[in-house]
């Protein structure tokens, strides 16, 4: 059974920095490239960034760039996400998905339940 | 950036009607879309990618076409599990850009 665990959310000052950490299980990991996505309270979804099987194709949302790095270790069938200087804007619950081919499909076929990240004062 | 829309933004339905849901990119994303199906509390689902190929053990009453820049996801008789939120997205080219999204519920 695929599983997706995200991890490292929580409650952050504006202009702080988080790490989330997704763990997955009951596939190989190393064969599908993998996403983060968002959902603000309330609001629709939005692709935040993905990251192919071998680290070699990142992309990021114009929203995220330059601030937020995907990275992916697959002895450790894990998939993180540095996020840096956050802004109340970057609430939202944070969820890992998993592409559905190797590079960078753009179809997410399991998705973790979340990890909740709240900016605020 | 490709801006997805969707209409209606709600949608009333009959159990056991049929559905219908439109997606627009502002342009042209080839068959690169995909839906997705969100209940209350719980991750969205793939329905549907190619535009129009069913996505593993997706009930063949759920249905997607079109091409370009004109979609459609057609659910031929609505069960009581259908009704949620529907989101499109494209994947066409970085950034993957996703609909705000049409809630189905019950009339």
């Known amino acids: 059974e695929v599983q997706l665990v995200e991890s490292g959310g929580g409650l952050v000052q504006p202009g702080r920095s988080l790490r989330l950490s997704c763990a997955a299980s009951?596939?190989?990991?190393?064969?599908?490239?993998m996403h983060w996505v968002r959902q603000a309270p309330g609001k629709g979804l939005e692709w935040v960034s993905g990251?192919?099987?071998?680290?070699?194709?990142?992309g990021y949302a114009d929203s995220v760039k330059g601030r937020f790095t995907i990275a992916r270790d697959n002895a450790k069938n894990s998939l993180y996400l540095q996020m840096n200087s956050l802004r109340a804007e970057d609430t939202a619950l944070y969820y890992c998905?998993?592409?559905?081919?190797?590079?960078?499909?753009?179809?997410?076929?399991?998705w973790g339940q979340g990890t909740l990240v709240t900016v605020s004062s | 950036e490709i801006v997805m829309t969707q209409s209606p933004a709600t949608l009333s339905v009959s159990p056991g009607e049929r559905a219908t849901l439109s997606c627009r990119a502002s342009?042209?994303?080839?068959?690169?879309l995909a839906w997705y199906q969100q209940k209350p509390g719980q991750a969205p689902r793939l329905l549907i990618f190619?535009?129009?190929t069913r996505a593993t053990d997706i009930p063949a009453r759920f249905s997607g076409s079109g091409s370009g820049t004109e979609f459609t996801l057609t659910i031929s008789s609505l069960q009581s599990e259908d009704f949620a939120v529907y989101y499109c997205q494209h994947y066409n080219n970085w950034p993957f850009t996703f609909g705000p999204g049409t809630k189905v519920d019950i009339k």
């Open positions: 990251i192919n099987w071998k680290s070699s194709t990142i």
């Open positions: 998905a998993k592409d559905i081919h190797l590079a960078v499909a753009g179809n997410f076929d399991y």
């Open positions: 009951g596939f190989t990991f190393d064969d599908y490239a």
């Open positions: 342009q042209s994303v080839s068959s690169k």
């Open positions: 190619g535009a129009s």
